[in-house]
């Protein structure tokens, strides 16, 4: 999508930074941060945790395609932080692509297992090897995240004040006159 009233989208894996890069973003642009995976408990009324636990991961999955939907239909450009798995759904990265700028933060798995070391807020990476699953993700969503892709940015080495800088540089490049 093009011109200047959209959203900011940041897609990628978990651990990538999404929240993180996502916050700085917001505040730096002074528009609200839509996170697709609160949009979900706040629907739920229940932690994704307990989501998955109760529902499955299919249920969890039929959530975040309402979440997407409300998401990108606020009426003012906002940031908005995608589940990891958010562009799982075809009619989601349709929706993505269209509606808004869509950064696909990347980082080599090992820093991806780091970030994400000791949080338990993640059933997917939960009881198993966090890093070989990740692996496996990245490998299994790849063409998705590359098909609604504006921009792809690596976050390894990178802050999140420094990767907001980077994101906020590319929007303002693709809204620049030709
Ligand atoms: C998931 C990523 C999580 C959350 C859920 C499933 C995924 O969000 O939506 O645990 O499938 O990659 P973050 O990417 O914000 O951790």
Redesign the pocket.
Known sequence: MTGEHRHVVLVG????G??AVGRRCAQRLDRELID??ELVEAAAGVP?TEIFAAEGESG?RSR?VEAVADAVAAPRPAVI?C????VLDARSRQRLAEGGFVVWLTAPVGVLAARVADDE????LAGGDPAAELAR?ADLREPAYRSVADVVIDTGGRSPDEVAEVVIEALERSEAPA
Do not use: N, W, Y
Request: aromatic share 4%; hydrophobic share 45%; glycine share 20%.
């Open positions: 894996l978990m651990g990538a999404k929240s697709t995976d994704v969890f975040e932080a589940g990891g798995g958010a807020s993640r059933p997917l993700l």
